[in-house]
């Protein structure tokens, strides 16, 4: 049993950067892909990124591509997501979540594809 917990959330001015974490603990990493995804009030959970833990190969949905990066330290079995060029669209609580699936495919896009998920850390971004 993998528990997640993400942190690093708060009110960020549009053009500012934010970097969330995401620590995970019960279970060994290896073998499986993290993911991070967002949920703005009344619209449905979407993809933002994946990173394959063995490896490191990651996928990001068009909207951040370019803006935000997601990175790990394997030794501390910590993820990140590093967002740049904020913008008020990008506010939304942001969950991450684990895959047993360890390839990255476009399946990892999906909320489904993932057996374990953090509570989320809201990130707010206005002037």
């Known amino acids: 049993q993998v528990q997640l917990v993400e942190s690093g959330g708060g009110l960020v001015q549009p053009g500012n950067s934010l970097r969330v974490a995401c620590v995970a603990s019960?279970?060994?990493?290896?073998?499986?892909?993290m993911g991070w995804f967002r949920q703005a009030p009344g619209k449905e959970r979407e993809f933002v990124g994946a990173i394959k833990w063995s490896g490191g190969s990651t996928s990001y949905a068009d909207s951040v591509r370019y803006r935000f990066t997601i990175s790990k330290d394997t030794a501390k079995n910590t993820m990140f997501l590093q967002m740049n060029s904020l913008k008020p669209e990008d506010t939304a609580v942001y969950y991450c979540?684990?895959?047993?699936?360890?390839?990255?495919?476009?399946?990892?896009?999906?909320?489904?594809?993932?057996?374990?998920w953090g509570q989320g850390t809201l990130v707010t971004v206005s002037s």
């Open positions: 019960g279970g060994a990493l290896s073998g499986k892909a």
């Open positions: 979540a684990a895959s047993s699936r360890g390839i990255i495919t476009s399946e990892l896009r999906r909320p489904g594809s993932y057996d374990y």
